[in-house]
């Protein structure tokens, strides 16, 4: 494939993470490969801990005049001026989320390993949705998105998707002609220098043959 034509890299923040030392990480992270957009991913429901994180992650991103989206909180993102939402629950507050924040912001969804709930977000404004996990531990019923998932998504529908969870270098080699995105987090913030694995996974999408 020529490189205009691979996907592009989707950064998932760690659910945690120390204020103090994750803003010199990601901006490491950030000069390594090229990023597309970043989602703000938190595992809490305190609101001033999301503020503050998000104000730390927002003036790395925008730095490198990269989007940042914010998991789940509708109100939050307009209140602190982010470039969109990311939503975990399908379709459901797609419509919702699109009304509140206009339709110049960047709305996306989860939607597991159903190509149903990709189609109804799509048709509620989605602007890309994800599927997910392709590999490990599967969530839900136990059903992971797999390589037909990808392929027939690319091939019927405009709507950009997102391939995440799980990701090793042969499956981003493997899905790399069939999704528009990969969602990197864990992947790389699980290693000793998350720069260097997204660079190493950033390398094994041109390793697929065109």
């Not at 992650?57 to 940042?68: F, G, P, Q, S």
């Not at 059903?143 to 998932?149: K, P």
């Not at 995105?181 to 694995?197: H, K, L, V």
Request: proline letters at 4%; glycine letters at 8%.
């Amino acid at each position: 494939m020529d490189e205009a034509d691979l996907p592009q890299l989707y950064l998932i923040t760690p659910p945690e993470f120390d204020l103090s030392a994750f803003p010199q990480q990601l901006n490491k992270v950030l000069d390594a490969a090229d990023i597309a957009c970043i989602r703000l991913s938190l595992a809490t429901r305190d609101e001033d801990r999301i503020l503050r994180a998000a104000d730390a992650v927002r003036e790395v991103a925008h730095a490198h005049d990269i989007a940042l989206v914010l998991d789940t909180h509708i109100g939050l993102a307009q209140r602190l001026g982010l470039d969109g939402v990311h939503l975990t629950d399908g379709a459901r507050t797609v419509r919702h989320a699109r009304k509140e924040l206009g339709p110049d912001a960047i709305v996306g969804a989860s939607c597991g390993a159903s190509r149903h709930d990709g189609m109804n977000a799509c048709e509620a404004g989605a602007d890309y949705v994800t599927f997910g996990p392709v590999a490990g531990e599967a969530l839900g019923d136990g059903t992971l998105a797999d390589f037909e998932l990808f392929e027939w998504w690319s091939q019927m529908i405009e709507v950009p998707c997102v391939a995440e969870g799980g990701l090793s270098d042969a499956l981003i080699t493997s899905l790399t002609p069939v999704t528009d995105f990969f969602g990197i987090g864990e992947e790389i913030w699980s290693q000793d220098d998350p720069a260097q694995a997204i660079a190493r996974l950033a390398a094994a999408m041109a390793q697929t043959k065109g």
